[in-house]
């Protein structure tokens, strides 16, 4: 029986973000562009069709689904109004909270890089194209 011990995987061949990690369903969560511009637009206290109306484009289910995703998470607070008709409000948690300043960084790098992106977008469809 050889005893000796079984080399460690080559950094090239091992995976470098294992399919059980934990991170990874919350990785997509923060990934997802309904996410993100739902908590950008909680700076404040927000009922639910106050979101919906500054999301153009969100279906009512889309966005009932990523509030219950995001709460689920611990990233958002759902609270009950005892109006008339009972109203619901959602705000961020300190976790929440923790995330908008990366989220606001790479949001404004997409911005200062949008013409940058869109320019090599129209070139690869170009090249794309000819072949």
Same mark, same amino acid.
């Given at each position: 029986?050889?005893?000796?011990?079984?080399?460690?995987?080559?950094?090239?061949?091992?995976?470098? #973000?294992?399919?059980?990690?934990?991170? *990874?369903?919350?990785?997509?969560?923060?990934?997802? $562009?309904?996410?993100?511009?739902?908590?950008?637009? %909680?700076? *404040?206290?927000?009922? #639910?069709?106050?979101? $919906?109306?500054? @999301?153009?484009?969100?279906?009512?289910?889309? @966005?009932?689904?990523?509030?219950?995703?995001?709460?689920?998470?611990?990233?958002?607070?759902? *609270?009950? %109004?005892?109006?008339?008709?009972?109203?619901?409000?959602?705000? %961020?948690?300190? @976790?929440?909270?923790?995330?908008?300043?990366? #989220?606001?960084?790479?949001?404004?790098?997409?911005?200062?890089?949008?013409?940058?992106?869109?320019?090599?977008?129209?070139?690869?469809?170009?090249?794309?194209?000819?072949?």
């Amino acid at each position: 029986m050889d005893t000796s011990p079984v080399p460690a995987p080559s950094p090239r061949s091992a995976p470098r #973000f294992s399919a059980e990690c934990p991170s *990874r369903p919350i990785l997509d969560q923060i990934a997802d $562009k309904w996410s993100m511009m739902a908590m950008a637009v %909680l700076d *404040r206290p927000t009922r #639910f069709n106050e979101i $919906k109306r500054q @999301l153009e484009g969100i279906t009512q289910r889309v @966005l009932t689904q990523t509030l219950r995703r995001l709460e689920r998470n611990g990233m958002i607070r759902r *609270r009950i %109004l005892e109006t008339s008709p009972i109203g619901v409000e959602y705000s %961020l948690t300190p @976790l929440g909270e923790s995330l908008r300043e990366p #989220f606001m960084r790479l949001h404004e790098w997409t911005v200062a890089h949008s013409e940058e992106i869109r320019s090599a977008q129209l070139a690869y469809d170009v090249r794309s194209s000819a072949r």
